[in-house]
């Protein structure tokens, strides 16, 4: 078969997409995948050899102004004009999105030319593209068991597959908790303000030399996290960047960090308990976050409670119970097979 593979806009949406892409693939399908300028690069050097690329004109419509919004609408447009007249031409057997605004157009043209489509949601409450776009989709695909602000009135299936991850994430799948009291603390690749403000302080305050802390944050604030440890006699190691994030995880007996679709299931793949931290202005995070507390894998707290107080209390009584923290990392651990069953479901 020819399937279309539609992506775009962050990492978060790409990686997954090239993961599928890989399989389908090995199974012998011819891959063509779409994307914006964001992510051309990152789609260019990880596509199947093989693959075809095309790049198309998008913009998320979320920006404040309004003469913005409707930049953002006319790319789109044009995206997607554009891609009904080349279906003419390259007319795929499947289209497979990926979610947010670049795969808005492959979806459209899709509908037009009665293509069989397939969409995936990442996080644990439906984007707005993804909302707008169900209208067209015979199938939507979820990372999550309980996805909220699915509309009432479609007619997609919706079908549990799991979140795309990395190899390397797949190798240590429930490997063993070090038993060391390593605490990696992460807020992304921006890092979160938050944590760098609440974490460093609360670790103090429970007043255990032996805890060794992987602290991840914004370059800025390396110097003075990094004095901060090393005046209190806290054991840490303080980088803007972790290359390896899965050997960073296995190494950790606990994580704190927000809850990206990405980080919450990477965290589910190998299986280690968590102090996960929704952005506050995030809705998706707050619902990734929810799916991993129902686990039992570790605790969903929003920032307006994520104290010094009571992390300090927190930290002291799992690390003071490491018989507790196992229990969590065992509960939290769910087998991720996600890459298979999306290209299942797409080849039937």
Same mark, same amino acid.
């Not at 309004?66 to 007319?91: E, G, N, Y």
């Not at 605490?183 to 460093?200: E, H, K, N, R």
């Not at 209390?313 to 799992?318: D, H, I």
């Given at each position: 078969?020819?399937?279309?593979?539609?992506?775009?806009?962050?990492?978060?949406?790409?990686?997954?997409?090239?993961? /599928?892409?890989?399989? &389908?693939?090995?199974?012998?399908?011819?891959?063509?995948?779409?994307?914006?300028?964001?992510?051309?690069?990152?789609?260019?050097?990880?596509?199947?050899?093989?693959?075809?690329?095309?790049?198309?004109?998008?913009?998320?419509?979320?920006?404040?102004?309004?003469?913005?919004?409707?930049?953002?609408?006319?790319?789109?447009?044009?995206?997607?004009?554009?891609?009904?007249?080349?279906?003419?031409?390259?007319?795929?057997?499947?289209?497979?999105?990926?979610? *947010?605004?670049?795969?808005?157009?492959?979806?459209?043209?899709?509908?037009?030319?009665? @293509?069989?489509?397939?969409?995936?949601?990442?996080?644990?409450? @439906?984007?707005?593209?993804?909302?707008?776009?169900?209208?067209?989709?015979?199938? &939507?695909?979820?990372?999550?068991?309980? /996805?909220?602000?699915?509309?009432?009135?479609?007619?997609?299936?919706?079908?549990?597959?799991? &979140?795309?991850?990395?190899?390397?994430? @797949?190798?240590?799948?429930?490997?063993?908790?070090?038993?060391?009291?390593?605490?990696? /603390?992460?807020?992304?690749?921006?890092?979160?303000? !938050?944590?760098?403000?609440?974490?460093?302080?609360? /670790?103090?305050?429970?007043?255990?030399?032996?805890?060794?802390?992987?602290?991840?944050?914004?370059?800025?604030?390396?110097?003075?996290?990094?004095?901060?440890?090393?005046?209190?006699? @806290?054991?840490?190691?303080?980088?803007?960047? !972790?290359?390896?994030?899965?050997?960073? !995880?296995?190494?950790?007996?606990?994580?704190? *960090?927000?809850?990206?679709?990405?980080?919450?299931?990477?965290?589910?793949? !190998?299986?280690?308990?968590?102090?996960?931290?929704?952005?506050?202005?995030?809705?998706?995070?707050?619902?990734?976050?929810?799916?991993?507390?129902?686990?039992?894998?570790?605790?969903?707290?929003?920032?307006?409670?994520?104290?010094?107080?009571?992390?300090?209390?927190? &930290?002291?009584?799992?690390?003071?119970?490491?018989?507790?923290?196992?229990?969590?990392?065992?509960?939290?651990?769910?087998?991720?097979?996600?890459?298979?069953?999306?290209?299942?479901?797409?080849?039937?």
């Amino acid at each position: 078969m020819k399937i279309w593979i539609a992506t775009g806009g962050t990492g978060g949406h790409v990686f997954p997409a090239l993961a /599928v892409a890989d399989e &389908l693939s090995a199974r012998g399908h011819k891959i063509i995948i779409s994307c914006d300028g964001r992510v051309r690069k990152m789609v260019a050097d990880g596509a199947p050899k093989g693959s075809k690329k095309v790049h198309i004109w998008a913009a998320g419509v979320g920006a404040k102004s309004r003469v913005h919004q409707m930049w953002a609408l006319f790319k789109i447009c044009v995206s997607a004009t554009a891609l009904v007249l080349r279906f003419i031409f390259t007319r795929p057997d499947r289209v497979v999105a990926f979610g *947010g605004y670049a795969s808005v157009p492959a979806v459209f043209a899709a509908h037009m030319w009665h @293509i069989p489509t397939f969409l995936h949601e990442q996080n644990g409450a @439906i984007g707005r593209a993804n909302r707008f776009t169900m209208r067209w989709v015979k199938t &939507l695909m979820t990372s999550f068991h309980d /996805v909220s602000g699915i509309p009432k009135n479609t007619d997609a299936r919706v079908v549990y597959t799991g &979140l795309p991850v990395r190899h390397e994430f @797949i190798e240590n799948a429930g490997a063993p908790l070090p038993a060391k009291m390593h605490l990696l /603390v992460t807020g992304g690749s921006l890092g979160a303000q !938050i944590l760098d403000d609440v974490v460093p302080r609360a /670790v103090v305050a429970m007043g255990n030399k032996k805890i060794f802390v992987t602290h991840q944050t914004r370059p800025e604030n390396v110097a003075r996290l990094q004095r901060f440890y090393a005046d209190h006699k @806290i054991h840490a190691n303080v980088l803007s960047f !972790i290359r390896d994030m899965a050997t960073a !995880i296995v190494d950790a007996d606990l994580v704190i *960090g927000r809850s990206g679709a990405s980080t919450v299931v990477e965290l589910m793949t !190998i299986g280690r308990p968590a102090i996960l931290v929704p952005l506050a202005i995030n809705p998706d995070q707050a619902a990734n976050a929810a799916n991993y507390e129902k686990l039992g894998g570790g605790f969903a707290i929003p920032q307006t409670k994520f104290t010094e107080k009571w992390l300090s209390a927190t &930290l002291g009584e799992l690390f003071e119970n490491p018989s507790r923290l196992e229990k969590m990392a065992k509960k939290s651990l769910v087998k991720n097979t996600a890459v298979q069953t999306i290209a299942d479901t797409v080849c039937k």
